[in-house]
């Protein structure tokens, strides 16, 4: 069993700022860092460090050639990464002394997928093989539909979060990982941690939910158990990629036999490792750190 990731690769400038720019100023920032990243690219890093076989399917330009030289030192397999004319993905990230970040996206070659090579590229898997999907590339409802045609088990994080999932086939999704608001969008209400958690069950009865609560830990739920994990105490340094860093280790656990909870402990302590240190996919841990 084999997992693809068809996800985003960007290339991630990082701006360590005072606070976040604010409507109609200019700030300045002293240090500028470059980073591999893209929600795509840091779950494939994270999946493989996993210890699971990863494949990421998506598209670079003239200047992504490090993002893949990136993940394949990471062990994850790019073979199926087209390089495009034009600009690679990128994302200018703001972070504050506390960690925090906020992020403005440019798309580049992550919105130049098309049918044919979604064909080309799911014909390389087969059933019950796992695909992977964020919400920075286009052509999410096709490649679901072929994907859950094939019989694959569907994994989405639909971030970042926008009226575009909408559009998906969501009744085939077999895991959700969501934060709280990804979860009351897709839920349709506000609420309490499981009051948001029901409300996504109850539109999808069959799809295991994550929902991921930073610094409160996170909740897994299925038909018959509701697991809560607490989160890992950490000195945070930044804290981009943490989800990603937990999606990558939870689903990787699964694929690996692990049970949910153990499989939630895992990416619990996976993703604290990231955020203690700085960058995206950079800072995701190997399994042997976890112990
Ligand atoms: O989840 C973190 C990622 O979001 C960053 O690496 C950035 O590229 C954006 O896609």
């Known amino acids: 069993m084999k997992v693809l990731n068809f996800g985003s690769l960007n290339i991630d400038f990082v701006y360590s700022v005072d606070h976040f720019v604010r409507s109609g100023e200019t700030i300045s920032s002293g240090n500028m860092e470059i980073f591999p990243g893209g929600k795509g690219l840091n779950q494939s890093v994270a ?11 998506g598209a670079v330009g003239e200047d992504g050639e490090f993002l893949l030289e990136l993940m394949r030192g990471a062990g994850v397999r790019v073979d199926l990464v ?4 034009g600009r690679t993905g990128h994302a200018i990230i ?3 002394p506390s960690g925090q970040n906020c992020i403005l996206l440019f798309s580049g070659t992550n919105r130049q997928n098309t049918k044919a090579r979604v064909d080309e590229v799911l014909d390389c898997f087969e059933k019950d093989d796992f695909l992977v999907l ?22 989405l994080n639909p971030s970042p979060m926008d009226e575009k999932i909408f559009r998906c086939p969501l009744e085939y999704v077999d895991y959700f990982l969501l ?8 839920g349709g209400r506000s609420g309490s941690d499981q009051e948001l958690l029901s409300a996504v069950a109850q539109k999808f009865p069959r799809s295991r939910i994550v929902l991921t609560l930073g610094d409160k830990g ?15 105490p950490v000195k945070v340094a930044d804290t981009t990629a943490a989800g990603d860093t937990f999606t990558g280790f939870f689903i990787g656990g699964i694929m690996r036999g692990e049970t949910p909870s153990e499989a939630m402990k895992n990416a619990t302590k996976a993703s604290a490792i990231a955020v203690s240190r700085p960058g995206a996919a950079v800072s995701i841990p190997s399994r042997n750190e976890l112990i």
């Open 47 to 57: 999946l493989a460090k996993s210890g699971v076989e990863t494949w990421h399917a």
């Open 82 to 85: 087209s390089r495009l004319p």
């Open 94 to 96: 703001q972070r504050e």
């Open 134 to 155: 964020q919400n920075e590339i286009n052509e999410l409802p096709y490649i679901m539909e072929k994907a859950h045609g094939k019989g694959m088990r569907i994994v």
């Open 179 to 186: 934060n709280e608001v990804e979860a009351g969008d897709l």
């Open 218 to 232: 996170s909740i897994y739920k299925d038909e018959n158990q509701i697991i809560r994990q607490p989160a890992c």
